[in-house]
T-cell receptor
Framework: DAGVTQSPTHLIKTRGQQVTLRCSPKSGHDTVSWYQQALGQGPQFIFQYYEEEERQRGNFPDRFSGHQYPNYSSELNVNALLLGDSALYLC??????????????FGDGTRLSIL | AQKVTQAQTEISVVEKEDVTLDCVYETRDTTYYLFWYKQPPSGELVFLIRRNSFDEQNEISGRYSWNFQKSTSSFNFTITASQVVDSAVYFCALSPSNFGNEKLTFGTGTRLTIIP
């Protein structure tokens, strides 16, 4: 039973560039959430995708965008990268059963470094 | 707005000692969920427990136990007879319970080090 997988593991970019991070949810899960975790901090919610639409969004600028595909996999795109975007980006998946708030299962994350 | 406070930044205990990690939360919601996650050095957040605000019963799972007190807005986590493998960063988190609103609000975490 494959868990949440994220790619790439590590990424180095320079300011102003654009980046795409990818996530495959745990088998059987249909909802994907993205979080940003700065060093020494707790994860901060970016947004959540369900049925290929952004269902909920945290306090992140429009430079952060995403997509969910019919197979439930998801991408996080960040444009015009800033030094402050350096962080661990975590993807989490869950199964929407109409009950809400099912435990979210996390991947190992993508470590993004901006030079 | 929701907020989670983990006042203990770092804790070190000798192996086999018991240790309690504190979590205090703030929310205006009448119903909500509370969670604990473990983050080992690999980075993956490992789900430990989810508790509905309606259920104030304490829970025990092996060496782990959780004490939920709604009156003090606390959801503390105790590890009994700690082991080196328990070393990690532990996060307490909170989310609303209404459908379609599953944003997790995390605390800043407590780094637990178990000394052999």
């Amino acid at each position: 039973d494959a868990g949440v997988t994220q790619s790439p593991t590590h990424l180095i970019k320079t300011r102003g560039q654009q980046v795409t991070l990818r996530c495959s949810p745990k088998s059987g899960h249909d909802t994907v959430s993205w979080y940003q975790q700065a060093l020494g901090q707790g994860p901060q919610f970016i947004f959540q995708y369900y049925e290929e639409e952004e269902r909920q969004r945290g306090n992140f600028p429009d430079r952060f965008s995403g997509h969910q595909y019919p197979n439930y996999s998801s991408e996080l795109n960040v444009n015009a990268l800033l030094l402050g975007d350096s962080a661990l980006y975590l993807c989490a998946s869950s199964l929407e059963r109409g009950l809400g708030n099912q435990p979210q299962h996390f991947g190992d994350g993508t470590r993004l470094s901006i030079l | 707005a929701q907020k989670v406070t983990q006042a203990q930044t770092e804790i070190s205990v000798v192996e086999k000692e018991d240790v309690t990690l504190d979590c205090v939360y703030e929310t205006r919601d009448t119903t909500y969920y509370l969670f604990w996650y473990k983050q080992p050095p690999s980075g993956e957040l490992v789900f430990l427990i989810r508790r509905n605000s309606f259920d104030e019963q304490n829970e025990i799972s092996g060496r782990y136990s959780w004490n939920f007190q709604k009156s003090t807005s606390s959801f503390n986590f105790t590890i009994t007879a700690s082991q080196v493998v328990d070393s990690a960063v532990y996060f307490c988190a909170l989310s609303p319970s209404n459908f379609g609103n599953e944003k997790l609000t995390f605390g800043t975490g407590t780094r637990l080090t178990i000394i052999p």
